[in-house]
């Protein structure tokens, strides 16, 4: 954002949090479905209304959208109505505000019958209330005071009077790559005020009392981090907005939080026979800590022996597959698999087992055409079964997270989808057995 962004919403955690040495991408994502480029963008999140609403800042005409807590595309539309820069959630009045471009000053941020934002208004205080015309502001609830950052300092202005009350040098680390005129309010003791690195991606945390460097979470290699805006902390999350898919994604940056998580979020695990192999696949759609998975053999279901390992990821918020063949399937009989996801600590987790039976012949094919497509596709797929194993289709984003879903008929080859409401981005077609384990599996590029 051509000034930095950020939006406020003080940390609500049950006990006092400490700085994740690792952020992890959360599966949370909010997606503008305005049309055209959306840069330079603030969020902010209402606890009474259950609603995220972000803003292009910059213009008065600018899009001004709404979101469930759920995210993904927005749910209303509007304009900013105020050209806007900095926006947080005040408990005392119960509403959204924001500190405006320049001289235009602070101002609130209405909603309609519904709870979405409306390109409505109210004037609280006019005036120049910042260090510089782009400053972007936050909160901090317990002393009524608007926050800003400005070349190494911190400056505190009463939300009553707009007139500064403080200025604080933040010290400790070097400032010289961190996103200008903008900071984050945490509201966790010692670690309140941050700021975006965005070179090395790292997010600095101060205290709110000495201004003295305190703590920092490092982001993931892949976050997309910018020199200006693009950034806010709300709802107890830290945010990053993506201008290429118009996306703002969470990250977790507390230890408490992140421990949470588990280190493996498993969205597929199948086996199919072709040719006396076995071809043994599982998809994940998150990783944290992962070392290695850890396949295992069984004709009876109770011994099982070791059939090889597969390295993890360790770290990843993306959809990963991996595969692993049985070129020695013991013949004329059921064989079992499982399999096993081992931490980098030691700790492991047993999914369920499998089993083939027919390791001569394959299961499923599937085909999605036409692949890019604008929105209409048909999944065909040939099953070996007379009946045919596939009972239900479902299309998943990136995040593993389910976008559309179909039963279709026992009888049926093939079926025709309406995917126009997906955005453009890449999905997983999973088809689905009668016992909705995954039978086959295909990508899907909508443009």
């Known amino acids: 954002m051509v000034v930095v962004f950020c939006s406020l919403l003080t940390a609500s955690g049950p006990a006092q949090w400490t700085p994740a040495v690792n ?31 972000s803003v292009r800042v910059g213009n008065v005409g600018f899009p001004l959208e709404t979101w469930l807590p759920t995210g993904g595309l927005s749910i209303a539309q509007t304009t900013a109505g105020v050209d806007t820069r900095g926006m947080w959630y005040n408990p005392a009045t119960a509403q959204v505000e924001r500190n405006c471009f320049a001289t235009v000053g602070w101002a609130s941020m209405e909603v309609d019958g519904s709870l979405n934002a409306t390109n409505t208004f109210t004037v609280l205080l006019t005036g120049q209330l910042q260090p510089t015309a782009q400053s972007m502001g936050v909160l901090e609830p317990a002393t009524n005071s608007v926050l800003f950052y400005s070349a190494g300092n911190l400056q505190v202005r009463s939300r009553a009077t707009g007139l500064v009350v403080q200025t604080l040098p933040l010290t400790g680390t070097p400032l010289t790559s961190v996103s200008a005129d903008c900071l984050i309010y945490t509201g966790q003791l010692g670690y309140e005020i941050g700021l975006l690195d965005y070179v090395n991606k790292r997010v600095l945390l101060f205290s709110r009392a000495t201004g003295a460097f305190s703590g920092m979470s490092q982001l993931p290699a892949t976050a997309v981090t910018a020199a200006a805006y693009r950034l806010g902390y709300t709802n107890d999350r830290f945010w990053l907005f993506n201008s290429a898919t118009k996306t703002w994604n969470a990250y977790c ?20 026979c072709d040719g006396g192999k076995a071809h043994l696949s599982w998809t994940t759609a998150s990783e944290h800590n992962s070392s290695h998975f850890a396949l295992e053999r069984s004709t009876d279901a109770v011994k099982w022996e070791a059939l090889g390992e597969v390295p993890a990821a360790g770290y990843s918020q993306q959809i990963i597959e991996y595969t692993l063949t049985d070129a020695q399937v013991p013949s004329g009989a059921v064989v079992y698999y499982r399999l096993r996801q081992v931490d980098l600590d030691g ?36 099953a070996v079964q007379e009946s045919g194993p596939v009972s239900a289709l479902r299309v998943l984003d990136v995040h593993g997270r389910i976008v559309h879903e179909q039963l279709v008929a026992p009888e049926a080859i093939a079926a025709t989808q309406d995917l126009t409401a997906l955005a453009a981005g890449t999905y997983i077609v999973i088809a689905l057995d009668k016992v909705g384990m995954r039978v086959a599996t295909a990508r899907l590029v909508r443009r």
Not at 30 to 51: D, I, Y
Not at 364 to 370: C, D, E, R, T, Y
């Open 253 to 272: 940056i507390w230890t408490q939080q992140c421990s949470m998580i588990l280190p493996v979020e498993l969205i597929g695990w199948s086996a199919r």
């Open 23 to 53: 952020a992890i991408k959360l599966p949370d994502s909010l997606v503008f479905v305005t049309a055209g480029t959306v840069t330079n963008t603030s969020l902010v999140w209402h606890p009474v209304a259950q609603r995220y609403y």
């Open 347 to 382: 700790r492991e987790e047993v999914f369920a087992a499998l089993s083939v039976e027919r390791c001569d012949e394959e299961q499923v094919k599937l085909a999605v055409l036409p692949n890019p497509t604008d929105g209409w596709v048909t999944i065909g797929w040939h």
